[in-house]
């Protein structure tokens, strides 16, 4: 049985993605000022690439959280919202890949009905993400209804953070775009921010799943006494410090 300590876990994934988003923005800031492309290595963590450190790293976020909701999935099985949690494992498995590869990206439908003038068209995915994140919340309305307040309440806020950042500052981002074009440090502070809370999101949801794992005693043993009041909070502290 796997043995994990809650806050050393967050503690370091937290820490990993600061010195993504540090570092890939130090990268960006260098290029917009001296047009000095991939000084000092640093474009290997820039945080609007796939295929970078940073990317890949987000990939793994989901990954990890989809593997844990596998565990979960497995061990409720049979129960009336034991699917559910199957249906989350493959959904941040997608996530993980189309991160990884950037499918929404590539294949964006949305695009078909927008004007190319438009700020939004390069992005036109939003709307499909939005709509996407809007049906699985209405869908899974009652299974998260059903869950203990404070698991809730962290899945929650972990979705609202992740999908504010993903949708919401995507759509600020292009508009921005649209007035100063992109190679501006108002470009790099959004793309920072953006990036940096859909990665908080998710880990903050690691947080949350390993309480339920911790609550249900299931798969992975996780140190006693850690609610996931504790663990996020101090993961939102962490964040700030």
Known sequence: MLVLVPRKVIKILLAIALACCVLGALGQVIEVVTQK????????????????????????????ASAILGVIAWARRGERFGRHWGWLSGIFLYLSLDEALAIHEDADLAQAVLDKSNFIYGDAWVFVGAAFAAIVAFSFRKFLLALPRKIRNGMLRAGAIYVG?????????????????????????????????????????????????????????VEPGVGVDEVTDSAEKSALT
């Open 165 to 221: 950042g993903a949708v919401g500052l995507e759509v600020v981002g292009s508009y921005f775009d649209s007035l100063w074009g992109k190679e501006t440090l108002v470009r790099v502070a959004v793309i920072t921010l953006e990036e940096g809370l859909e990665m908080l999101g998710v880990i903050l949801f690691i947080a949350t799943l390993l309480s339920c794992c911790r609550l249900w005693q299931i798969g992975i043993q």
């Open 37 to 64: 492309e991939n000084f000092l290595g640093l474009a290997a963590f820039d945080l609007n690439e796939e295929g970078t450190v940073s990317a890949w790293y987000s990939s793994m976020l989901l990954l990890v």
